[in-house]
């Protein structure tokens, strides 16, 4: 898969045309339906990535650990283009993908982010949270659908997948992930990929690097985000570029309490009622 040919064609698809242009551009396979994760076993494992799937969630801590909690409350602190946002409370709802609530200052009342981001950059960033937040599991959604990648040539290790998300446009994605085959020393994932759509960013090809992770109640989580703008990148999955550059957009992850569904809405209070009925 080129990156390069991405690119180019990404800045010759009309704004009008949104995510379903951009995914027609990639060489993949038949799609995989996302699900949901409320069974015993998720559909996923039975599907062709089922193998690759398995392996990269119990790098993670497995995806019965995961199921345990409804969500998660951190502290977000990040910078793009070296403006520092201040850090903030946030809570993200495992149950619907795309929900993410903050607070304006500690004890002040939970407010639900709008589904697509504003045009700034810190909203931009608090609203892709739910995404990036921990991406092997969160694709397991039932709106996330999964599609195999093909490649003409050979050589390529691993097993690589798009992974594109149904509903509002958060201005990122699809993600592109590679899965290595065996044992590796470093739990977690990496890295991934993803085209950027959003005025906060420039366009095109970008590489999120997954840093400083550890585990809490069973899960491994990642702490760190770097993502990097790529130029000139021909092949999808290479590094950087230089090693003296830097990310354009970094974040971190601080505070970390996983929630169960009776603590999330403890939490969320009148807030969540209210937006549950509508």
């Given at each position: 898969?080129?990156?390069?040919l991405?690119?180019?064609?990404?800045?010759?698809v009309?704004?009008?045309?949104?995510p379903?242009?951009?995914?027609?551009?990639?060489l993949l396979?038949p799609a995989?339906?996302g699900c949901?994760?409320?069974g015993?076993r998720?559909?996923?494992?039975g599907?062709?990535?089922?193998?690759?799937?398995?392996q990269?969630?119990?790098?993670h801590?497995?995806?019965?650990a995961w199921?345990?909690f409804?969500g998660?409350?951190?502290e977000?602190?990040?910078?793009?283009?070296?403006?520092?946002?201040?850090?903030r409370?946030l809570?993200i709802?495992?149950?619907?993908?795309?929900?993410?609530?903050h607070?304006?200052?500690?004890g002040?009342?939970?407010?639900?982010?709008?589904?697509?981001?504003?045009?700034?950059a810190?909203?931009?960033a608090l609203?892709?949270?739910p995404?990036?937040?921990h991406l092997?599991?969160?694709i397991e959604g039932?709106?996330?659908?999964l599609?195999?990648?093909?490649h003409a040539?050979?050589?390529i290790?691993?097993?690589?997948?798009?992974?594109s998300r149904?509903?509002?446009?958060?201005?990122i994605g699809p993600?592109l992930?590679r899965?290595?085959?065996?044992?590796?020393?470093?739990?977690?994932l990496?890295s991934?990929h993803y085209l950027?759509?959003?005025?906060?960013?420039?366009?095109?090809?970008?590489?999120?690097e997954?840093?400083d992770?550890?585990?809490?109640?069973?899960?491994y989580?990642s702490t760190?985000?770097?993502?990097?703008?790529?130029?000139?990148q021909?092949?999808?999955?290479?590094?950087p570029?230089?090693a003296?550059?830097?990310?354009l957009?970094?974040?971190s992850?601080?505070?970390?309490r996983?929630l169960?569904d009776?603590?999330?809405?403890?939490l969320l209070?009148e807030a969540v009622k209210r937006?549950?009925n509508?």
């Open positions: 898969m080129r990156i390069r991405l690119y180019r064609r990404l800045n010759s009309p704004a009008s045309r949104g379903a242009a951009l995914l027609s551009l990639l396979a995989l339906p949901s994760s409320a015993d998720s559909p996923l494992l599907t062709s990535l089922g193998p690759a799937l398995e990269l969630w119990e790098e801590g497995g995806l019965d199921r345990r409804s998660a409350r951190v977000y602190r990040g910078t793009i283009r070296g403006e520092a946002f201040s850090s409370p809570l709802d495992f149950r619907s993908s795309g929900r993410v609530w607070q304006l200052e500690a002040a009342p939970w407010s639900q982010l709008p589904p697509q981001a504003a045009p700034n810190e909203d931009f609203g892709t949270i995404f990036l937040f092997p599991f969160v039932g709106d996330w659908t599609r195999r990648a093909l040539g050979s050589g290790s691993g097993i690589e997948f798009e992974a149904k509903g509002a446009d958060p201005g993600f992930i899965i290595e085959p065996g044992e590796r020393a470093m739990k977690g990496p991934a950027c759509r959003h005025p906060a960013l420039p366009r095109g090809p970008y590489r999120v997954f840093n992770y550890i585990q809490l109640d069973g899960i989580v760190r985000r770097e993502h990097f703008h790529l130029h000139g021909k092949e999808a999955f290479q590094g570029g230089s003296t550059d830097r990310p957009w970094t974040e992850l601080e505070r970390i996983f169960s009776k603590e999330l809405r403890e209070g937006k549950d509508g």
